[in-house]
């Protein structure tokens, strides 16, 4: 068997910016993967997105036009109470067959695998893709490691040929942008303008609920 994966990358996106897009673009890339950009709810005991769920979505909707190998999914959005990763692979599983799926995740946010939810499990439905990224404290936990030295593959043919269960660390373009910093500097009354998509400047209101 081998199929065109298609690959989920989750996130806040509160905004989305150039270090999600050129990460996704580059995974698609490399796995030769439908990339899908999946914003998340946000459980009620983590801090809420400074912009509301439609707000996230406008952004996104912006920052991907113009292109089709990004495409968004806001199925986590329209479902009641918080969401868990696992579920949303076992609906795409279900949708998809035997298809390959692959769990996009940067590095920091591959290291704090271990707290979520019957984290184990979410390789019997999908592969993962560790993105690199640059700037982050993203220390392994020993059982983390455990996995990755079990599943660990360096060839996307490995992950073309089955629907889930391995690990690919993917070698993408370091880029030291986060959310957070822009938050900040769009509070602080200052412009990030090439670090956000262009989209998102063409509507005023898209960075309102930053603007303080
Ligand atoms: P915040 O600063 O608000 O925590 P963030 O920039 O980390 O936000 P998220 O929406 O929380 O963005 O991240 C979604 C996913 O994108 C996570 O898997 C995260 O590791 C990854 N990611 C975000 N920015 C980068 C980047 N510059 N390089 C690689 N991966 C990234």
């Keep these: 068997m081998s199929a065109r994966p298609l690959a989920v990358f989750g996130g806040t996106f509160d905004p989305v910016h150039i270090g999600h897009l050129t990460v996704a673009w580059e995974a698609a890339e490399l796995l030769d993967a439908e990339v899908r950009l999946m914003p998340a709810s946000v459980p ?3 801090p809420a997105p400074l912009a509301s769920s439609s707000e996230r979505v406008a952004m996104l909707r912006a920052a991907l036009a113009g292109q089709s190998r990004l495409v968004l999914d806001a199925r986590e959005l329209e479902r009641e109470g918080p969401s868990y990763t696992i579920d949303t692979l076992r609906e795409l599983r279900a949708e998809q067959g035997a298809r390959p799926l692959v769990l996009l995740l940067g590095a920091d946010a591959f290291a704090g695998l271990p707290g979520w939810h019957r984290w184990r499990e979410l390789f019997d439905f999908a592969h993962i893709g560790v993105l690199s990224r640059p700037g982050v404290d993203a220390l392994r936990p020993a059982e983390l490691i455990e996995e990755v030295v ?5 060839d996307v043919a490995a992950l073309h040929a089955r629907p889930c269960g391995k690990l ?3 070698a993408v373009t370091p880029l030291e942008i986060s ?9 602080a009354g200052r412009d990030p303008r090439y670090l956000l998509p262009a ?6 209101g898209l960075l309102a ?3 303080r």
Excluded: N, Q, S, W
């Design 199 to 204: 989209g998102l400047f063409d509507d005023p």
């Design 209 to 211: 609920p930053y603007r």
């Design 150 to 154: 079990a599943r660990r593959v360096d």
């Design 168 to 170: 690919i660390e993917l």
């Design 179 to 187: 959310a957070t910093r822009i938050r900040d500097l769009l509070a």
């Design 44 to 46: 009620p005991h983590r």
